[in-house]
């Protein structure tokens, strides 16, 4: 059984620094493409940022670049995502998600975490 458990969320204030983590369970971790997705209340969900399966590349989307920082421990099974600079826009639930595929979408990815809710305050 596959589980993706994201950690990490909370409540913070404009400016401020937060780490989200994922631990993988009971798939290949060093073979899937992580990714950071998030979804604000009444809005679709969006990407964030994405690691490859050997962390060689990185992908953000632009709201973020500069501002978040993905990482991966292949042998650990975590991917994080380090939160710099946040703004109240930033706040929303954000969940961890693995794919195979090249393609950077939430129907592409093959599994999701819960999510966990982080919270910009002004």
């Known amino acids: 059984q596959v589980r993706l458990e994201e950690s990490g969320g909370g409540l913070v204030q404009d400016g401020g620094s937060l780490r989200l983590s994922c631990a993988a369970s009971?798939?290949?971790?060093?073979?899937?493409?992580m990714d950071w997705f998030r979804q604000a209340p009444g809005k679709k969900r969006e990407f964030v940022a994405r690691?490859?399966?050997?962390?060689?590349?990185?992908y953000y989307a632009d709201s973020v670049k500069g501002r978040f920082t993905i990482s991966r421990d292949n042998a650990k099974s975590t991917v994080s995502l380090q939160m710099s600079s946040l703004k109240p826009e930033d706040t929303a639930v954000y969940y961890c998600?693995?794919?195979?595929?090249?393609?950077?979408?939430?129907?592409?990815?093959?599994?999701w975490g819960q999510g966990t809710q982080v919270t910009v305050s002004s």
């Open positions: 690691i490859t399966w050997s962390g060689g590349s990185t």
């Open positions: 009971g798939l290949t971790f060093s073979t899937y493409n």
């Open positions: 998600a693995a794919s195979r595929s090249i393609v950077i979408s939430t129907k592409s990815s093959d599994y």
